[in-house]
């Protein structure tokens, strides 16, 4: 293959990382221009992977390939499952770029936050366009790289801290799943996503070891997953900015561990030979108790961010939930929520961090009576709220959906106990919340008020938090469209992970 379709999903990254070499030779002082460098890479982004969805969806093959090892391909490959995610971290990109630009307008070492920010993002997208093992582990040991200054950015003494906590979590599951990659490798060779039939007959001989493997591989996945008990890294780095938390929660690391869930499962060992081998209950499983657990934690939390910290551990293991069903339709209820929970969690943390940035808030009891005050904003969080719980038309409501009909399909009931519970919980920690925004009176001042701007916040603050709650407000409404996330997830299901 040559050409354009040769070069394409290579060009997506560069646009990335051309991005983030030019801000960081970019001087502090000019924000003017690192701010162009970084929206005009994000729009050019979205345009070629928007090129990329047209091919796919017409059936073209989108690839580049070279040889780095004896045996071993670098390969960059653009499927529909690939470009789905690709889709959403260069979506979330573009509106979490606008929103950094507002958010540290008067911070120091902006140029360090923006250049690492689009390393992250080209990770993000080289595990969305990996074809192999061996080109998704690269890229997944260079996203964790490119967050920790992300997490450590503020320099203070917690946020180091967290920092620490985090690349030892992260670090130790990538030693994890390196493990199970080079075991794989020296059973079958370099393994390519979708080709399964290696794996296939190897099941006769080696069922043993291709368990212990898959277990190793999942493992080093579900610590970014933030799968319990591999989660504590997750709230400790709350303590980043509001824009990297978005960035972790709804676009780069926890989506590439559940991405990554999904590309072993179905990709790798593919789904009957996981289900023959019995490794789908023991996933589902630990989906569903990280489901309620991170339900009742979110629970306890005083903190906001926390809270969503917690709420986004849980609502993350609904797509491990979903692909360990055995069947079309809960496979489905699991890769539409990977697209609508980033909608949904992006949108909850730009309301955070609004709240923090124009009236100081970060506590629950804060809140009363800053829907009046910061209307906009308010509205947005009660719709990324409403879709975290299920409620429709937004969102949210499609994925649970089709997780519980999935579960009748394929006959696995007691995951219907799991998804009412959880629904419950859910209900049970963000409706307090709307009810002291919208229905609580306001209680002395604010903590430390900001004027920024003629309404709620700064616009650059404000617009994308009101686009990504509309956005995850029309996924709902219109999921029955031809151009919905649900419609993209039907055409990945029906053309390649159809059991």
């Known amino acids: 293959m040559t050409g354009w379709h040769y070069w394409l999903p290579l060009l997506v990254l560069l646009t990335s990382l051309v991005a983030s070499a030019l801000i960081f030779w970019v001087d502090e002082e000019h924000s003017k221009l690192r701010s162009s460098i970084n929206l005009g890479a994000a729009v050019l982004k979205i345009s ?76 993000t997208l080289g595990i969305a366009f990996a074809g192999n ?57 370099d393994v390519e996503f979708g080709d399964q039939e290696k794996l296939s007959d190897l099941a006769v001989t080696h069922p043993t070891t291709l368990k212990w493997v898959f277990l190793l591989l999942i493992a080093g996945l579900a610590v970014k997953a933030a799968m319990v008990p591999l989660h504590g890294w997750l709230p400790q780095a709350m303590v980043a900015p509001a824009p990297v938390s978005a960035l972790l929660h709804a676009v780069a690391v926890v989506k590439a561990g559940a991405f990554g869930i999904v ?25 569903a108790v990280t489901i309620l657990y ?82 906009g904003t308010s509205l947005a969080f009660t719709v990324g709220a409403l879709g975290m719980i299920g409620l429709p038309p937004v969102a949210g409501f499609i994925s649970k959906w089709y997780l519980g009909t999935g579960a009748v399909a394929a006959g696995i009931y007691w995951v219907l106990p799991v998804l009412v519970v959880s629904t419950l919980l859910n209900a049970a920690y963000f409706l307090p919340l709307l009810h002291r925004i919208w229905f609580r009176p306001q ?50 299901v029906s053309t390649e992970y159809l059991p």
């Open 48 to 123: 070629l992977v928007v090129v990329i969805l047209v091919g796919v969806a017409a059936g073209q093959v989108y690839e580049t390939r070279f040889a780095l090892l004896n045996n071993i391909d670098f390969v960059l490959r653009a499927d529909a499952l690939g470009v789905m995610f690709a889709g959403l971290s260069s979506v979330l990109w573009l509106f979490t770029t606008i929103y950094a630009i507002g958010y540290l307008e008067d911070s120091p070492n902006r140029r360090r936050f923006f250049g690492f920010f689009g390393l992250c993002v080209a990770s």
């Open 133 to 189: 093992l061996f080109t998704f582990l690269v890229f997944y040991e260079l996203l964790t790289l490119s967050t920790y200054p992300l997490v450590a950015h503020r320099g203070t003494a917690k946020a180091l801290r967290a920092g620490r906590i985090y690349l030892t979590y992260t670090l130790g599951g990538g030693i994890v799943l390196l493990i199970g990659v080079l075991w794989l490798y020296g059973l079958a060779g």
């Open 263 to 287: 590309r072993v499962v179905y990709d790798v060992y593919g789904i009957t030979l996981t289900w023959e081998l019995g490794l789908l209950l023991p996933l589902g499983v630990a989906a």
């Open 294 to 375: 991170g339900s009742v934690r979110a629970l306890m939390q005083t903190d906001i961010k926390r809270r969503l910290a917690f709420s986004t551990i849980s609502q993350v293991s609904y797509i491990a939930l979903g692909i360990s069903l055995f069947g079309p339709i809960g496979t489905m209820g699991g890769l539409v929520h990977l697209l609508h929970q980033g909608l949904m969690k992006v949108t909850l943390f730009f309301c955070a961090g609004n709240y923090a940035e124009t009236l100081g808030i970060h506590r629950i009891c804060e809140l009363n009576g800053v829907g009046r005050r910061m209307p």
């Open 443 to 492: 209680t002395g001042d604010w903590p430390q008020e900001r004027t920024l701007g003629r309404w709620d916040t700064s616009l650059w603050l404000l617009i994308p938090t009101l686009v990504t709650a509309a956005f995850s407000l029309l996924a709902g409404l219109l999921a029955a469209s031809d151009f919905s996330p649900l419609a993209w997830v039907e055409l990945i």
